[in-house]
T-cell receptor, first 111, second 110 residues
Framework: GENVEQHPSTLSVQEGDSAVIKCTYSDSASNYFPWYKQELGKRPQLIIDIRSNVGEKKDQRIAVTLNKTAKHFSLHITETQPEDSAVYFCAATSGTYKYIFGTGTRLKVLA | EAQVTQNPRYLITVTGKKLTVTCSQNMNHEYMSWYRQDPGLGLRQIYYSMNVEVTDKGDVPEGYKVSRKEKRNFPLILESPSPNQTSLYFC?????????FGPGTRLTVT
């Protein structure tokens, strides 16, 4: 079945450094790729998303890139801050609205 | 205030005792979905609904039922809960794209 692989599972960076989280999807029909942030004990919240007709999208310190040929998309966080510490999930879906999530990346920003 | 609500937030029950977790949204969203979250496995979709009376299976539908009789409500039914359904459950709704998640329901089946 469809699958989304997410790496790394944990990531520690120094405050101010950049963080990159990578996801690979298997369903070539996937056309929407959201990223969610989940703080401890809280619900997931969308931080950025990208559709298949776009290669890159940026929102302040956060950016997402998509490589449809490689079926690969990545989350980039620049100038990381302690409040960026959380679990990040990627996801992929096609027009059927069946969502497949990655297994998550626990990001720790060290002050 | 636009929101997705779930009830109960916490539930401890015994094997085989039917239960329902309610989910309601006030944003007039057509799309609603249920997920379970387990350590190391991320979020896995149980069922989703694209509109009233339209539901479909996600990745892990076994042991669960849903219904969508009204646009705002999407209850999750466990007819005969088992310990392997112990998990954190999230309901979500969407208009197109961004999903808004409820606060979660922590279910323990003993």
């Amino acid at each position: 079945g469809e699958n989304v692989e997410q790496h790394p599972s944990t990531l520690s960076v120094q405050e101010g450094d950049s963080a990159v989280i990578k996801c690979t999807y298997s369903d070539s029909a996937s056309n929407y790729f959201p990223w969610y942030k989940q703080e401890l004990g809280k619900r997931p919240q969308l931080i950025i998303d990208i559709r298949s007709n776009v290669g890159e999208k940026k929102d302040q310190r956060i950016a997402v890139t998509l490589n449809k040929t490689a079926k690969h998309f990545s989350l980039h966080i620049t100038e990381t801050q302690p409040e960026d510490s959380a679990v990040y999930f990627c996801a992929a879906t096609s027009g059927t609205y069946k969502y497949i999530f990655g297994t998550g990346t626990r990001l720790k920003v060290l002050a | 205030e636009a929101q997705v609500t779930q009830n109960p937030r916490y539930l401890i029950t015994v094997t085989g005792k039917k239960l329902t977790v309610t989910c309601s949204q006030n944003m007039n969203h057509e799309y609603m979905s249920w997920y379970r979250q387990d350590p190391g496995l991320g979020l896995r979709q149980i069922y989703y609904s694209m509109n009233v009376e339209v539901t479909d299976k996600g990745d892990v539908p076994e042991g669960y039922k849903v219904s969508r009789k009204e646009k705002r409500n999407f209850p999750l039914i466990l007819e005969s809960p088992s310990p392997n359904q112990t998990s954190l459950y999230f309901c979500a709704s969407s208009l197109s794209g961004e999903q808004y998640f409820g606060p979660g329901t922590r279910l323990t089946v003993t």
